[in-house]
Every structure is written in C-alpha cells, then in structure tokens.
C-alpha cells in the first residue's frame, strides 16, 4: 500500500460547505486528486481537549456547532462511518509514548471535520475518526502528535489537520465575502507559505515571537496547531507545498497544503 501525504485545510466559515468559491471548487477536485484512502483521522480546531481524545462511534453525528447562518447548513448531513479499530490505534499509538488519552463514543463530526469531507468526499463513504488537539500545550506538543501518528500513513489513512491559515474572526465579521485580505493577513501567509516550504520547523514551533503579526492572525492559537499535526506526520525530507491559495472575509486566508508524497497539482 502506498503511503499517503497528509493535509492541511482552511475551512473558513461553515457556508464553505454551500457557497460557490475559489476553496470550495479546490476541495470539491482535491478528493479526486488524492484517491480515496481506507480512512482519515482528522485533527480540527473545534475538538480541543485537554486530554488527547479519539471519536469511537461507529456511527458519528454530524454536529452543528455554530449558530446563525442559513436554514440550509442545518439540514445537511455527513453520514461517514466511524472506525472504532482505528481509535483504538490512535490511542494505543499515543498511549505508548506516554500521552494520556481518552475514547469518546458518543461525539460526532464537528464542522471543522464534516464540512471539508463534505466536499473532498461527498458520498460519505471513508470511515473518518477524529483526534483532539489542546490549545493548552505548546507547538513542540503537536508536532509530536504528528510524528507518532506517521505510521497510519502506511496502512491508507489519510490525516487531515483542519483550521485557518489565518484566523481573526474579529475582523472577519465586519467584512463582506469578497472584501479583499487586509495586508497583515496577506503577509503571515506568505510568511507561512515560505517557511513550511523551506523547511524551517523551528520558526514554525516558535511562530508565535517570529512570524509577522502572529497574535493579530491567530489571537487563539486553535485553529494553527492542526497545521503542525499534518506537517509533523511527514518526515523533514518528504514534500511540502501550499496547493490552494485563496481567502474571504477579509482575515481569513484559505489556504491548504499537502505534506508528503502526492499527486494532486492544482491551485
């Protein structure tokens, strides 16, 4: 079995999931690009807990865990089967390394989680599992999630950071759709764009004192630790590239990129 890259999506606000735009039609054709894997493990910012907690259920919800936007987001659903065997994997594999973890069997698919899958995969077919991230640890932390979760890889599943290449939502709310990325925004994301792709780890551990404007762009950091999950599944010598680059609202770039071998070309 060939070993998958992993991935790293901004997923905006949820009317991503019906709303027509550049990251839309990019997770729509991403899907398709990768293949179908035997599973996903997703690490969302909406699933942070102060111990490392794995979705159990066969048969996960989907969350609505946001509040007043369209009638027509309520009504979708993402009835992806949930994959207890990989749970367990996931725990066993943090558990050894002496990371306390947790099963949940009754959470669902929060939108950080179903909303992208509803694009990349709508027919709801991949087992997804999701594992939590805690904004109370550090960068260093989920980098090393990610490291020992690279040997899922090789088995067929792919795993899946989901938050915001930027993310203030203090300014994103005042700002219509198509306004254009206020220039703070644009920098950090070219910032983040370099220095994922030149390698420089340690800038992103320490992003926080050396990125432009890190605390305007990420005033929580929940929505930048999915990122450093994705990338630390992947080894320091496997491929890294930016694969989407778009944005809305204002402050919210909508960037994704893939870690590892992989075939997908496309902007």
Known sequence: MMKLPTMFVSHGAPTLAIEPGPAHHFLNAIGEDLGRPESILVLSAHFDAPIATVTASAAPKTLYDFRGFSEALYSITYPAPGIPTLAHQVSDLLSAAGIATR????????????????????????????LSIDSRKDAAYHFRLGELLRPLREEGVLIL????????????????????????????????????????????????????????????EEHFLPLLCALGATGPDEPRRRVHRSDTYGALAMDAYLFGAQKASAE
């Open 161 to 220: 950071g989901s938050g915001g290449a930027t993310h203030n939502l203090s300014h994103a709310i005042y700002a219509p759709q198509d306004a254009p990325l206020v220039d703070w925004a644009n920098t950090f994301r070219e910032w983040l764009a370099k220095t994922i792709e030149s390698g420089h780890r340690d800038d992103l551990a320490n992003y926080r004192a050396v990125a432009p404007d890190a605390y305007r762009n990420h005033p929580t």
């Open 103 to 130: 099963m949940d069997d009754e959470r669902g698919l929060d939108h950080g989680a179903w909303i992208p899958l509803s694009l990349m995969y709508p027919n709801a077919d991949v087992p997804v599992v999701q």
